[in-house]
C-alpha cells in the first residue's frame, strides 16, 4: 500500500474527533450490538477522564492522541500522553528514572501509550479492521518519531495484549513481562461449582471468610446499568478519597469523573456496595467488558473482617458466573488474591529509550526480570488454592 497517502496527527482532545470515528478503531467488536471487550480506550471513558480535569492541565497527564489516516479515514489511533512524572501507570520505571538523572539525563517528559490510572490489559494499538499491519506499524513508527523529534527520554505501551507486545518486539520495541492476578471461570455454574475445584481447606476458609463478611450487619448489592443512581457516587466518592490518599497521595479520579461516568457509561459499571440500613459503608467498583470484569476501585468508611475480600474477590466471581465472563481481572498486585482463586498471569508492555546505552541497560534488565517473573509465576501457580491430582494433596 501507498506510504505516501498515510498521515499522522496527534489530538489535545477526543473533543476533536467524533465517537463513531474513534470506537471505529477502539472497539469495533460492537457492530454486534454487544459489549467492547474492554471499555478503557473508548470514546466514552478517555472524554470523561478529560472533561472531568483528572487527565489533562496540573495533572501530569498531558493527551497527545496519535491518530492515523489513510486517505482521509481515520485507520488507527492510540491513546498517547506526555508525562511528567510516572504515578497512575502500575508498571514501574521510577528506578529508570533516578538512574537516568543520576547519570545527567532528563526523564522526564516521557510518551505513555496507555489508559491512565487502568492497570488492566487491552490494545493500546486501535486499528481498524483490516488495517491491523499498516495501522499499528504506522502508530509505532509515529510515537517513536514524535518522542525522537522532541528529544524525550522515552516512550512507553504499557498493558497491551500479547499480540501487540510481539509485533512491537518485531518493530524494535523492548518488552517487559510483569505479572497480575486473574480469576478465569472454567464453565462454573454458580461459586460452589468454583469451591468445589479448590482443596478442602481452602474452600472451608473461603466459606469462612463470606460468613464473617456478610456478618458486618447489613446487605450487600450489586448496582449496574439503570439501578446506579447519583446518590450512590456520593457514598463511593468517600470511599475512594480514603483509598486513594492512603496509596496515592491524593485520589487520581476527580470527583467529576463519577457524575460522567453516571451519564455515559452506567451499563459499563457494575458497582458492589455494603449497606446497613440502607446507608452504604464500603463499595468496590467494576468495569464490564466482553469477556471480562474489571475490578478497579474499594474504600470504605467502616472496616468489617474480610469485607474486602467479599466485595472485591468473591461478589466479581459471582457477577462473572452470571453474566457468563470468562475471566476477573482484579488489578494490580496482591498476593492474597492467591488463596481466593485467582491466578499469576503475565501482562506486558512496551518500551523505547533514545539513548543508545541507556536502552542497552534496559534491555538487559528486562531479560533478566522476564526470567525472574516466569519463575515466580511457576511457583505460585503451584500454591494456587486449587485440588492437586495427588489425593494426598486435597485435604
Excluded at 24 to 51: I, K, M, Q, S, Y
Aim: with cysteine; proline share 5%; aromatic share 12%.
Amino acid at each position: 500500500m501507498d506510504q505516501a497517502h498515510i498521515e499522522v496527527q496527534v489530538l489535545a482532545s477526543l473533543a476533536q474527533i467524533s465517537a463513531t470515528e474513534w470506537d471505529n478503531c477502539a472497539c469495533p467488536e460492537v457492530a454486534d450490538g454487544g459489549r467492547p471487550l474492554d471499555p478503557f480506550t473508548t470514546h466514552r471513558f478517555l472524554l470523561a477522564l478529560e472533561e472531568s480535569g483528572s487527565v489533562g492541565r496540573g495533572t501530569g497527564w498531558q493527551p497527545q492522541y496519535l491518530t492515523t489516516y489513510l486517505d482521509g479515514m481515520l485507520i488507527a489511533a492510540a491513546p498517547m500522553y506526555a508525562k511528567s512524572h510516572s504515578q497512575g501507570e502500575y508498571i514501574f520505571d521510577h528506578n529508570w528514572a533516578h538512574a537516568y538523572e543520576n547519570a545527567g539525563g532528563r526523564y522526564y517528559p516521557k510518551l505513555q501509550v496507555a489508559v491512565p490510572f487502568t492497570p488492566a490489559t487491552g490494545r493500546r494499538f486501535l486499528v481498524r479492521p483490516g488495517y491491523e499491519g499498516i495501522g499499528m506499524s504506522a502508530l509505532v513508527q509515529g510515537a517513536v518519531q514524535l518522542a525522537a523529534d522532541n528529544q524525550v527520554s522515552s516512550l512507553h505501551a504499557t498493558f497491551c495484549t500479547e499480540d501487540e507486545a510481539l509485533a512491537g518486539e518485531q518493530m524494535g520495541l523492548m518488552l517487559r513481562t510483569s505479572q497480575q492476578f486473574h480469576w478465569l471461570n472454567d464453565g462454573y455454574a454458580d461459586f460452589d461449582g468454583f469451591l468445589d475445584v479448590l482443596s478442602s481447606r481452602k474452600r472451608k476458609n473461603i466459606r469462612k471468610e463470606r460468613a464473617q463478611a456478610c456478618a458486618f450487619g447489613g446487605e450487600i448489592r450489586t448496582y449496574t446499568g439503570p439501578t446506579l443512581r447519583p446518590e450512590h457516587w456520593d457514598a463511593f466518592w468517600q470511599f475512594y478519597q480514603d483509598t486513594g490518599a492512603r496509596k496515592w497521595g491524593s485520589p487520581y479520579l476527580t470527583r467529576q469523573f463519577f457524575d460522567i461516568a453516571q451519564e455515559t457509561m452506567a451499563d459499563d459499571l457494575a458497582l458492589v456496595l455494603a449497606e446497613r440500613n440502607g446507608y452504604p459503608i464500603a463499595g468496590a467498583l467494576n468495569f464490564i467488558g466482553r469477556e471480562t470484569l474489571f475490578g478497579r476501585y474499594w474504600g470504605c468508611v467502616e472496616h468489617h473482617p474480610c469485607l474486602h475480600f467479599e466485595l472485591c474477590y468473591y461478589r466479581a466471581i459471582d457477577f462473572a458466573i452470571a453474566e457468563g465472563l470468562s475471566r476477573v481481572e482484579a488489578g494490580a498486585q496482591g498476593e492474597h488474591k492467591l488463596a481466593r482463586g485467582y491466578l499469576p498471569t503475565r501482562t506486558h508492555s512496551l518500551h523505547w529509550v533514545g539513548d543508545p546505552g541507556f536502552a542497552d541497560a534496559i534491555k538487559n534488565y528486562l531479560d533478566a526480570e522476564a526470567h525472574a517473573v516466569g519463575e515466580e509465576i511457576e511457583i505460585l501457580t503451584d500454591y494456587g488454592p486449587f485440588r492437586k491430582s495427588n489425593p494426598e494433596e486435597q485435604q
